[in-house]
């Protein structure tokens, strides 16, 4: 089942447990790259240039750190209600780069 074909199901508060778990996993392409850059107008180099990449302390294309924050939001937004999101989105915060799938 595709993300699109996916229905959303809405929990209440009161049906969330402690231990429940959602997961949201996804395989970054260059093109998810290059649209990113586009729709969010941040075209640094480091993202989109792989000469300047290789130059740079990483190496290589890194992803956008707010790739990894909307698929933060995209799973609070589709899998808790909104109590909920507005209580967990201000917790979440990402140290983690995100690079390019390589197979």
């Known amino acids: 089942m595709s993300p699109s074909d996916k229905e959303i199901e809405n929990r209440t508060y009161d049906e969330i447990e402690v231990g429940d778990t959602a997961r949201l996993e996804r395989r970054l392409t260059m093109d998810d790259i290059k649209l990113f850059a586009v729709m969010s107008g941040d075209v640094n180099p480091a993202h989109v240039d792989e000469d300047f990449a ?47 799938a390589t197979s």
């Open 54 to 100: 290789k130059s740079s302390r990483f190496q290589e294309i890194i992803a956008h750190g707010m790739w990894g924050g909307a698929l933060i939001s995209t799973l609070l937004g589709t899998e808790l209600p909104a109590r909920a999101r507005s209580i967990l989105a201000r917790r979440c915060a990402s140290r983690r780069r995100w690079c390019l």
